[in-house]
């Protein structure tokens, strides 16, 4: 069982950054893949970004990519999403989650999910 919870989330304004936090409890935080979603009022939850237990391997949407940057701390139990160059359209509840494949890319890949955190960039 692994639990998640996400902070870092806040009003910016467009062009400004944020950067997420997900702390995980459970011993075995470094065995599962991690990701990044979000879902904006009226859309469905979409993938952001993903990483593999070791780092080595990262993945992003096309919407984010060369702005947004996720690492992890398996030390820490967290994973982070940096984000720069935020636009209106970023807003929207981030949410971390935990998958035992080696990555993800959609939400039915995902065994556990943190309770999201609001992030609203102002034009």
């Known amino acids: 069982q692994v639990q998640l919870v996400e902070s870092g989330g806040g009003l910016v304004q467009a062009g400004g950054s944020l950067r997420l936090s997900c702390a995980a409890s459970g011993r075995t935080f470094s065995s599962y893949a991690m990701g990044w979603f979000r879902q904006a009022p009226g859309k469905e939850r979409e993938f952001v970004a993903t990483i593999r237990w070791s780092g080595a391997t990262i993945y992003y949407a096309d919407s984010v990519k060369g702005r947004f940057t996720i690492s992890r701390d398996n030390a820490k139990n967290t994973v982070y999403l940096q984000m720069n160059s935020l636009k209106h359209e970023d807003t929207a509840v981030y949410y971390c989650?935990?998958?035992?494949?080696?990555?993800?890319?959609?939400?039915?890949?995902?065994?556990?999910w943190g309770q999201g955190t609001q992030v609203t960039v102002s034009s």
């Open positions: 989650a935990a998958t035992h494949k080696s990555t993800g890319w959609i939400t039915p890949e995902y065994d556990y």
